[in-house]
């Protein structure tokens, strides 16, 4: 069994989370301080997926040969994500509203403590426009970018110069192959970061715990039990259905991700598991530079998982302070989340100052009840986590199938555990004008 476990990550995470449950409950005081292992963890794969990103974008796009197949997958990217993430926003919707939820809580604007708010509804007053987003997607300088770990910065300048690469040809052919031995050696960094993931897991685990106490990871009232129950209703019938469309089942899929998402339930970060997510997805048989357009273009702007939730907290908090929502009040709503959603990653506590901006732009709601949100905001990233983590893998074989860039007979042979998996450094790939046709 020890052997077993030694060899297996997915066991090594389990442990964690079963010992950091137990840690918190036994040990509270010293659990409490046990915060950093997970925010360490969370901090060593940060630091690497700007350089992941950079070197799969470029060595994807230059490996291509068609720039146009590049300009088709972007387009196909951003239509399958307005529609998913529409049909997100809608399902939380109507679950909030057929439900009900939040009513009969008669909560009285004067009994919300804007104290414990912070900054938090200011700075979503202060969320950029539509302009303004579409101007900080240029880096003031290429360092910059990277250095802030901006990803759709870096995404950008990675389109950019992995199109010059391809363009070139032959005579860039040397800066082609250091990019790709450079990578090789990033992901080998990654591999052994990834073996830190039961610990980082145990360490985040616990310190919630302590904070929170069992009965509240296992009650954490009717809004968190909803939002589950949409998110799983979401992952199991919409996204299930693109599953079956794009010719794969999404259990085994599921099954074949384990790993990594036990790591986002630990860390409550889908961050923490990108760069093996982008490994599994070309172990799979999906083309390099189809995932490396997807999953981080996917990262931002396909959030499935958070639009659930936020238009299932505005609903909520509406219901709470006895606000009456007309139709208009709910188109404006999604609307607005529709616009809202799309900045969310990468933006510090990104989750309450998104909904302060909605709450905001939507003036028959109340922003200070964002304080009903604040105690289960965590409980509630755990699940934004993960419906996130899956839609972006599924959105990456639905893209790839409707590209023809995916092996279905690999794919359905490492679904069903036929091709095996570890996870191993990524192999080079040849420049476009140097691969044999």
């Given at each position: 069994?020890?052997?077993?476990?030694?060899?297996?990550?997915?066991l090594q995470?389990?442990?964690?989370?079963?010992?950091?449950i137990?840690?918190?409950?036994?040990?509270?005081?010293?659990?409490a301080?046990?915060?950093?292992?997970?925010?360490g963890?969370?901090?060593?794969?940060?630091?690497?997926?700007g350089?992941?990103?950079?070197?799969?974008?470029?060595s994807?796009?230059?490996?291509?040969g068609?720039l146009k197949?590049?300009?088709?997958i972007?387009?196909?990217?951003?239509?399958y994500?307005?529609?998913?993430?529409?049909?997100?926003l809608?399902i939380g919707l109507?679950?909030?509203?057929t439900?009900?939820?939040?009513?009969?809580?008669?909560?009285?604007?004067?009994?919300?403590?804007?104290?414990?708010?912070?900054?938090?509804a200011?700075?979503?007053q202060?969320?950029?426009?539509?302009?303004?987003?579409?101007?900080?997607?240029?880096?003031t300088s290429?360092?910059?970018?990277?250095?802030?770990?901006?990803?759709?910065?870096?995404?950008?300048f990675s389109?950019?110069?992995?199109?010059?690469?391809?363009?070139?040809?032959?005579?860039?052919?040397?800066?082609?192959?250091?990019?790709?031995?450079?990578?090789?050696?990033?992901?080998?960094?990654m591999?052994m970061i990834?073996?830190?993931?039961?610990i980082?897991?145990?360490?985040?685990?616990?310190?919630?715990?302590?904070?929170?106490?069992?009965d509240?990871l296992q009650?954490?009232?009717?809004?968190?039990?909803?939002?589950?129950?949409?998110?799983?209703?979401?992952?199991?019938l919409?996204?299930?259905?693109v599953?079956?469309?794009?010719?794969?089942?999404?259990w085994p899929?599921l099954?074949?991700?384990?790993?990594?998402?036990?790591i986002?339930?630990?860390?409550?970060?889908?961050?923490?598991v990108?760069?093996q997510i982008?490994?599994?997805l070309?172990?799979?048989?999906i083309?390099?530079s189809?995932?490396?357009?997807?999953?981080?273009?996917?990262?931002?702007?396909?959030?499935?998982?958070?639009?659930?939730?936020?238009?299932?907290?505005?609903v909520?908090?509406?219901?709470a302070?006895?606000?009456?929502?007309a139709?208009?009040?709910?188109?404006?709503?999604?609307l607005v989340?529709?616009?809202?959603?799309k900045?969310?990653?990468?933006?510090?506590?990104?989750?309450?100052?998104?909904l302060?901006?909605?709450?905001?732009?939507?003036?028959a709601?109340?922003?200070?009840?964002?304080?009903?949100v604040?105690?289960?905001d965590?409980?509630?990233?755990?699940g934004?986590?993960?419906?996130?983590?899956?839609g972006?893998?599924?959105?990456?074989?639905?893209?790839?199938?409707?590209?023809?860039?995916?092996?279905?007979?690999?794919?359905?042979?490492v679904?069903?555990?036929?091709?095996?998996?570890?996870?191993?450094?990524?192999?080079?790939?040849?420049?476009a004008?140097?691969?044999e046709?």
């Amino acid at each position: 069994m020890l052997r077993w476990c030694s060899r297996s990550i997915f066991l090594q995470v389990v442990l964690g989370l079963v010992l950091g449950i137990v840690c918190g409950l036994a040990l509270p005081e010293y659990s409490a301080q046990l915060k950093p292992l997970g925010d360490g963890f969370i901090k060593l794969i940060k630091m690497l997926i700007g350089l992941i990103v950079f070197c799969v974008v470029v060595s994807g796009i230059s490996g291509a040969g068609d720039l146009k197949k590049v300009g088709r997958i972007g387009l196909k990217s951003v239509i399958y994500f307005e529609i998913l993430t529409t049909i997100a926003l809608v399902i939380g919707l109507v679950f909030a509203f057929t439900t009900g939820i939040g009513s009969g809580a008669n909560i009285h604007l004067e009994q919300l403590s804007t104290a414990d708010m912070g900054d938090i509804a200011q700075r979503g007053q202060h969320m950029q426009t539509t302009s303004q987003f579409l101007m900080n997607l240029i880096p003031t300088s290429v360092i910059g970018a990277f250095a802030e770990n901006n990803i759709l910065q870096v995404l950008l300048f990675s389109v950019l110069f992995g199109s010059a690469l391809n363009l070139v040809g032959e005579a860039a052919s040397g800066i082609s192959r250091l990019i790709n031995e450079l990578s090789h050696v990033i992901f080998r960094i990654m591999g052994m970061i990834v073996r830190l993931a039961p610990i980082g897991v145990f360490g985040a685990i616990a310190f919630t715990t302590s904070k929170y106490g069992l009965d509240s990871l296992q009650h954490l009232g009717s809004l968190v039990g909803l939002f589950y129950m949409t998110c799983v209703a979401f992952v199991t019938l919409i996204l299930g259905l693109v599953m079956r469309l794009s010719g794969l089942k999404m259990w085994p899929l599921l099954k074949y991700l384990r790993e990594e998402l036990l790591i986002v339930m630990g860390t409550a970060s889908s961050d923490a598991v990108l760069p093996q997510i982008m490994r599994k997805l070309e172990h799979l048989g999906i083309g390099s530079s189809t995932v490396g357009l997807v999953i981080p273009t996917g990262y931002s702007f396909n959030l499935d998982g958070f639009s659930i939730y936020l238009t299932l907290a505005i609903v909520f908090i509406a219901n709470a302070t006895g606000t009456p929502l007309a139709m208009t009040d709910l188109l404006t709503i999604l609307l607005v989340s529709l616009i809202t959603s799309k900045g969310a990653h990468g933006i510090p506590g990104s989750a309450l100052v998104i909904l302060a901006a909605t709450l905001t732009a939507i003036p028959a709601i109340p922003v200070v009840g964002l304080v009903l949100v604040l105690a289960v905001d965590w409980f509630m990233g755990i699940g934004r986590a993960l419906t996130n983590l899956i839609g972006n893998c599924v959105a990456t074989v639905a893209i790839a199938r409707w590209e023809k860039d995916i092996d279905i007979q690999r794919a359905n042979k490492v679904l069903s555990g036929q091709v095996g998996y570890t996870f191993q450094p990524r192999k080079p790939v040849a420049p476009a004008h140097q691969q044999e046709f």
